[in-house]
């Protein structure tokens, strides 16, 4: 039993050595120093590379423990340029290393070699970033009083347009909004992108320009091109394009609809991306559509060019409205009447205007009167009709109306009925509706 006790404490105490050792080698970078990189307005240009930021104190551990390593961490609220600088003078029996990672993870080498100032750069997304500098001694040398290790981070912002990355179609960066004009929209290509997406929306049929160009050096190589928007769950409908260092600047004559630009690029090239598009609406609208229209209504609806204003002009006086997100329009009027003759045409917002669509308001016919009694010798003429018409009651040239408050008619001539004379009778409503002509032979 005491043996077994001993043998299980002696794996424990191993195991615990062990896991204290691997701990010991383990990255801790809860307490690694906030740095602040310093702004540059061009990565590329060393001179802006000045000052240095750090000096890292490395002398006790290094000639303690033959191994000295510091931490820090720097935040990136915008995506950058971000170029990693750093000198060492130790010796050439010690081997300084600077890594950078984004999980205090370190697994990639950003620089190396000593006695010479190294630096490195990289494009990389916002967020927050550890440095491990580390240099570690080869053999017995120790570091002298004068021993240095240097260390500066420098960072050039880029902008992005917008919250998405714009790495997918589905989440392209939007560069218009469906506005006409010029309209400019920036993306970045970084390590983890092959894409770069834009979109932009045209409202009616439009003469499009796009001109896509880049921020990186001269040696990549990248591709645009054009795509029209097929609907859900269909491809992308490709349109033209563009390869190599120039710019896509083709003009499309487009439809309204919604359209995606598309940059690729070659392995290892990341940079800035601009692209500008000019649309320009200098296509007149279709004409409006609309039914024809009766009496008795007090509006024109229909539909035309999403976001143009409709006009009707009703004699002298001209009435109009503005579509809506999907073309529908309607303009209150008047009381239409029998006979008003309506000019209805759309102008877009750039003061395109399309042909004239005419109508005349047509008759909504009315039920026939009927005459009961038209008997000769009387000069009375009696029947029914809908309340609130006016009867019109025709004899011998004459014509005599009345306006009724009740279905039931009387309306006295001016002369007698005579045997075989003609009696035409008709009503109208206050819209001009008519009925038609109701014809009685006296008897």
Same mark, same amino acid.
């Given at each position: @039993?005491?043996?077994?006790?001993? $043998?299980?404490?002696?794996?424990?105490?191993?195991?615990?050595?062990?896991? $204290?050792?691997?701990?010991?080698?383990?990255?801790? *970078?809860?307490?690694?120093?906030?740095?602040?990189?310093? &702004?540059? #307005?061009?990565?590329?240009?060393?001179?802006?590379?000045?000052?240095? @930021?750090?000096?890292?104190?490395?002398?006790?551990?290094?000639?303690?423990?033959?191994?000295? /390593?510091?931490?820090?961490?720097?935040?990136?609220?915008?995506?950058?340029?971000?170029?990693?600088?750093?000198?060492?003078?130790?010796?050439?029996?010690?081997?300084?290393?600077?890594?950078?990672?984004?999980?205090?993870?370190?697994?990639?080498? +950003?620089?190396?070699?000593?006695?010479?100032?190294?630096?490195?750069?990289?494009?990389?997304?916002?967020?927050?970033?550890?440095? !491990?500098?580390?240099?570690?001694?080869?053999?017995?040398?120790?570091? &002298?009083?004068?021993?240095?290790?240097?260390?500066?981070? $420098? !960072?050039?912002?880029?902008?992005?347009?917008?919250?998405?990355?714009?790495?997918?179609?589905?989440?392209?960066?939007?560069?218009?909004?469906?506005?006409?004009?010029?309209?400019?929209?920036?993306?970045?290509?970084? =390590?983890?992108?092959?894409?770069?997406?834009?979109? $932009?929306?045209?409202?009616?049929?439009? =003469?499009?320009?796009?001109?896509?160009?880049?921020?990186?050096?001269?040696?990549?190589?990248?591709?645009?091109?054009?795509?029209?928007?097929?609907?859900?769950?269909?491809?992308?409908?490709?349109?033209?394009?563009?390869?190599?260092?120039?710019?896509? &600047?083709?003009?499309?004559?487009?439809?309204?609809?919604?359209?995606?630009?598309?940059? &690729?690029?070659?392995?290892? %090239?990341?940079?800035?991306?601009?692209?500008?598009?000019?649309?320009?609406?200098?296509?007149?609208?279709?004409?409006?559509?609309?039914?024809?229209?009766?009496?008795?209504?007090?509006?024109?609806?229909?539909?035309?060019?999403?976001?143009?204003?409709?006009?009707?002009?009703?004699?002298?006086? %001209?009435?109009?409205?503005?579509?809506? !997100?999907?073309?529908?329009?309607?303009?209150?009027?008047?009381?239409?009447?029998?006979?008003?003759?309506?000019?209805?045409?759309?102008?877009?917002?750039?003061?395109?205007?399309?042909?004239?669509?005419?109508?005349? +308001?047509?008759?909504?016919?009315?039920?026939?009167?009927?005459?009961?009694?038209?008997?000769?010798?009387?000069?009375?003429?009696?029947? #029914?009709?809908?309340?609130?018409? /006016? *009867?019109?009651?025709?004899?011998?040239?004459?014509?005599?109306?009345?306006?009724?408050?009740?279905?039931?008619?009387?309306?006295?001539?001016?002369? !007698?009925?005579?045997?075989?004379?003609?009696?035409?009778?008709?009503?109208?409503?206050?819209?001009?509706?008519?009925?038609? /002509?109701?014809?009685?032979?006296?008897?």
């Amino acid at each position: @039993m005491k043996l077994r006790k001993i $043998f299980f404490g002696l794996v424990t105490m191993m195991i615990m050595t062990l896991s $204290f050792a691997i701990m010991s080698y383990a990255d801790d *970078v809860s307490k690694a120093t906030e740095i602040v990189p310093i &702004d540059v #307005t061009n990565y590329e240009d060393t001179t802006q590379q000045t000052p240095w @930021m750090i000096d890292v104190d490395i002398m006790e551990d290094y000639n303690t423990n033959g191994r000295a /390593t510091s931490y820090y961490k720097f935040s990136l609220d915008k995506p950058a340029y971000v170029v990693f600088k750093a000198y060492a003078d130790i010796s050439m029996r010690s081997h300084e290393v600077l890594y950078y990672s984004q999980t205090g993870v370190f697994t990639e080498q +950003v620089l190396s070699n000593p006695d010479e100032i190294r630096y490195s750069e990289c494009l990389l997304e916002p967020g927050t970033y550890y440095i !491990k500098y580390e240099a570690v001694r080869e053999g017995s040398f120790l570091a &002298d009083e004068d021993s240095q290790m240097l260390l500066s981070v $420098f !960072k050039q912002d880029l902008e992005r347009t917008g919250k998405t990355k714009g790495y997918s179609a589905s989440e392209a960066i939007n560069i218009n909004n469906g506005k006409y004009g010029k309209s400019t929209a920036y993306g970045v290509m970084s =390590d983890v992108a092959e894409y770069q997406w834009f979109r $932009f929306d045209v409202k009616s049929k439009s =003469d499009v320009s796009v001109d896509v160009s880049s921020l990186w050096d001269s040696s990549g190589i990248f591709g645009a091109a054009v795509y029209k928007y097929a609907g859900e769950g269909k491809d992308l409908e490709k349109l033209d394009s563009a390869y190599g260092l120039k710019n896509l &600047d083709d003009k499309f004559t487009l439809e309204a609809g919604t359209y995606y630009i598309s940059i &690729d690029r070659t392995e290892g %090239t990341t940079g800035q991306i601009k692209t500008v598009i000019d649309v320009k609406d200098v296509y007149a609208p279709a004409s409006p559509k609309t039914k024809s229209y009766k009496s008795g209504t007090k509006y024109i609806k229909g539909n035309a060019e999403v976001g143009s204003t409709v006009y009707a002009k009703i004699g002298k006086k %001209t009435y109009k409205a503005v579509t809506d !997100k999907y073309g529908v329009f309607k303009i209150k009027t008047p009381v239409l009447k029998v006979g008003n003759k309506i000019s209805v045409y759309a102008k877009d917002e750039n003061g395109n205007k399309s042909t004239t669509t005419k109508l005349i +308001v047509k008759n909504r016919k009315l039920a026939s009167p009927k005459i009961k009694t038209a008997k000769r010798n009387t000069k009375l003429v009696k029947g #029914t009709a809908k309340k609130g018409v /006016t *009867v019109y009651v025709n004899y011998k040239g004459k014509t005599v109306k009345k306006k009724l408050t009740s279905k039931n008619y009387s309306i006295r001539l001016s002369k !007698k009925l005579t045997k075989g004379a003609k009696v035409k009778v008709k009503v109208v409503d206050i819209y001009g509706n008519y009925s038609n /002509t109701v014809t009685y032979k006296v008897k």
